[in-house]
Each structure stands twice: as C-alpha cells, then as structure tokens.
Nanobody, 124 residues
Framework: QVQLVESGGGLVQPGGSLRLSCTAS?????????????MGWYRQAPGKQRELVAT???????NYEDSMKGRFTISRDNAKNTVYLQMNSLTPEDTAVYYC?????????????WGQGTQVTVSS
C-alpha cells in the first residue's frame, strides 16, 4: 500500500555532508483516514545489524541515536510525504546502507514499510 523511494546517497569525503530524501507514495493514501505516523532512517553497515539513526513523528518530534546527535538532522514535509536526513561531519564509520522507514495507521491497523536503501560511503 505504501512505497518508499530514497535518494541522495553517494560517495563523500570525511567531514563532508549529504542529504537523504525519502518520499512515500501508493494506494494507501487514497484510503479515507489513512495517515503516516512516524517516519525515520535506519542504517546497516557491512557485517552489522541494522540500527536506528533517527525518527520523527507526524507532529515533528525527533529522536536520534546518541552518536548521531548534533551531526544529523531529521525533518519531514507532511504535504509531500517526505522525510529528510541532513548528515554533516561524516566519518568513515557512517558508511552504510541507509533505509527509510514509515509507519501508517488506518482504521486502527498499524503497518510498517521499508525503502530499498541507499548507499552512503564516506572515504577519501
């Protein structure tokens, strides 16, 4: 019912910045009462488990994994069903596939969706 399409990944030098975007679309949005709840970003480095980066509620309340506070900023545009992740002061340890996540609510049913992932590589 919902598809998430990420963009903005790529190769960046240490200390650089990237901005990721993720737009939600699909048939769910045509359902009466359907809405997106929290949206967020997770990442998975090679050989590691997927971990939380940041989430943001529909009202704009943001939550960050501790190591990313102060470097990453999550935001969203509800009118565009889009969530952004501004990443600054990137280090090689930030290299990972970044996944967009969204949660929807419709007639009391909550659903969870994932994007296909976008690669972020931090290297000189």
């Amino acid at each position: 019912q919902v598809q998430l399409v990420e963009s903005g990944g790529g190769l960046v030098q240490p200390g650089g910045s990237l901005r990721l975007s993720c737009t939600a679309s699909g048939s769910g949005f045509s359902l009466y009462g359907f809405s997106l709840d929290a949206m967020g970003w997770y990442r998975q480095a090679p050989g590691k488990q997927r971990e939380l980066v940041a989430t943001i509620t529909s009202s704009g309340s943001a939550n960050y994994e501790d190591s990313m506070k102060g470097r990453f900023t999550i935001s969203r545009d509800n009118a565009k069903n889009t969530v952004y992740l501004q990443m600054n002061s990137l280090t090689p340890e930030d290299t990972a596939v970044y996944y967009c996540n969204a949660r929807s609510v419709w007639v009391g049913v909550r659903s969870n969706y994932w994007g296909q992932g976008t690669q972020v590589t931090v290297s000189s």
